[in-house]
């Protein structure tokens, strides 16, 4: 399965991903945005490779399917982020 994805998903990547980003520099978070999309979009690719695999792991591509919908959530958190807060 490493061959096919090359992140990992253990706790201790997702201490990596749950970095602080500095809110108040919209760069740094485009910049994180990006990172998170890319890895969102291999993930796609790893998890059609193993769908289409008839001896893959059920248990491995759910595990793939929950990290691509947490970094779909990170995603739209920091997006959120960068939307300015309107006065009411």
Do not use: F, Q
Not at 24 to 38: F, G, Q, T, Y
Not at 54 to 71: C, F, G
């Amino acid at each position: 399965m490493a061959s096919l994805y090359r992140g990992a998903v253990t706790a201790s990547a997702r201490a990596v991903y749950a970095r602080r980003v500095d809110a108040s520099n919209p760069s740094d978070i485009a910049h994180k945005i990006a990172e998170l999309r890319v890895e969102h979009r291999d993930l796609d690719d790893a998890i059609a490779r193993l769908v289409d695999d008839t001896e893959s792991d059920e248990v491995a591509i759910k595990r793939l399917k929950k990290r691509k919908l947490w970094l779909k959530d990170c995603i739209a958190r920091l997006e959120s982020a960068l939307i300015p807060d309107e006065p009411a």
